[in-house]
């Protein structure tokens, strides 16, 4: 199948499907959609994209945690560099994403090989659309264990769970929880590690112990009512930002860590040992995720018929001096 095969059997102009293939705005739309339908059900990639098996697209996130995504692009760029791969980012809101008319067409008119999406938004159709169109792929820090997706992620149930029981077995009974916003499916797994934990161990939870750390509104008061509705003895974050901001708005209500309240958080970064007190966190395999993803990449290049390859990487808990003994009753 070449492009003059597709203009014949779409009635068009070759031009017209060149222009279509580089994605020129002057190509009637019902056109486009017609010739794009065509591709995608024969499976058409042109010849340069065919003869060029190194590049894959990464789609990345608004880039707001610098020190998770610089790790995790080490591991990317590194692991890519040794398979002679190359790479080229591309913005989960950019432009050329979102107005291309699907992610194949994106993909063939783009040059790439596949992708790597990181951490894509909870209700994100992209991880299906990558399996229904065939595209070679493998999402980052997210888990879809009951689909055909690739993944590679983190175990975020177990690494909350284990920080949960450390606070259990510490005497605590009264844990609050401040979590992010539900937006990826990260956020919605560390709360169920969470609550399974809890339930585990025989602990009932209060739906005023589980309480949301939106970073745009006001987190002294959002502490100050948890503190009030909750009068927990042990805190537990499920984010490394959320940890350090409940932890200085605990130290502006000059209520004392761990002495008055153990903190635990999620996400073990160079400043944790260096806070005051040293910070107890789970512990996350970041650069792991990036090494894993590509490797797992380059598996499926070499497969001659699709299967998916889904990785849970483990998490530790590193025990610092945020966490101590319940004293008296709890």
């Given at each position: 199948?070449?492009?003059?095969?597709?203009?014949?059997?779409?009635?068009?102009?070759?031009?017209?499907?060149?222009?279509?293939?580089?994605?020129?705005?002057?190509?009637?739309?019902?056109?486009?959609?017609?010739?794009?339908?065509?591709?995608?059900?024969h499976g058409f990639r042109p010849t340069v994209v065919t003869n060029r098996q190194d590049t894959i697209g990464i789609i990345t996130p608004a880039i707001s945690f610098p020190e998770y995504m610089g790790e995790l692009m080490n591991g990317i760029m590194e692991t890519a560099y040794s398979l002679d791969m190359h790479l080229t980012l591309i913005p989960y809101a950019g432009k050329a994403l979102h107005e291309s008319k699907d992610i194949a067409h994106f993909c063939r008119s783009a040059g790439l090989q596949g992708l790597l999406v990181i951490n894509p938004p909870l209700k994100s159709g992209l991880p299906d659309s990558l399996v229904q169109f065939g595209i070679p792929h493998v999402v980052l820090a997210a888990s879809y264990p009951d689909s055909d997706i690739t993944w590679v992620d983190i175990d975020n149930v177990g690494g909350c769970?284990?920080?949960?029981?450390?606070?259990?077995?510490?005497?605590?009974?009264?844990?609050?929880?401040?979590?992010?916003?539900?937006?990826?499916?990260?956020?919605?797994?560390?709360?169920?590690?969470?609550?399974?934990?809890?339930?585990?161990?025989?602990?009932?939870?209060?739906?005023?112990?589980?309480?949301?750390?939106?970073?745009?509104?006001?987190?002294?008061?959002?502490?100050?009512?948890?503190?009030?509705?909750?009068?927990?003895?042990?805190?537990?974050?499920?984010?490394?930002?959320?940890?350090l901001a409940v932890s200085s708005q605990l130290q502006k209500l000059g209520i004392r860590v761990p002495d008055e309240i153990s903190l635990a958080g999620f996400g073990d970064y160079a400043v944790s040992p260096l806070m005051n007190p040293p910070?107890?966190?789970?512990?996350?395999?970041?650069?792991?995720?990036?090494?894993?993803?590509v490797t797992a990449f380059d598996q499926l290049l070499r497969q001659k018929t699709y299967k998916k390859i889904q990785t849970t990487l483990p998490t530790r808990l590193i025990v610092r001096d945020t966490t101590k003994e319940a004293s008296g009753l709890s």
């Open positions: 199948m070449n492009i003059k095969k597709i203009a014949e059997n779409c009635g068009v102009s070759v031009s017209t499907v060149s222009r279509i293939l580089n994605n020129k705005p002057d190509v009637n739309t019902v056109t486009r959609d017609k010739v794009i339908q065509f591709m995608n059900e769970r284990e920080a949960v029981r450390h606070l259990i077995r510490l005497g605590h009974k009264r844990i609050a929880l401040f979590h992010a916003p539900i937006l990826h499916p990260c956020d919605r797994d560390r709360v169920n590690g969470y609550q399974e934990a809890m339930l585990a161990e025989g602990l009932q939870v209060d739906p005023n112990w589980i309480q949301e750390l939106d970073p745009r509104e006001d987190q002294l008061q959002t502490v100050k009512h948890m503190l009030h509705k909750a009068g927990p003895t042990a805190i537990f974050c499920t984010t490394y930002r959320g940890t910070m107890t966190t789970v512990h996350q395999p970041i650069y792991s995720i990036g090494q894993t993803a």
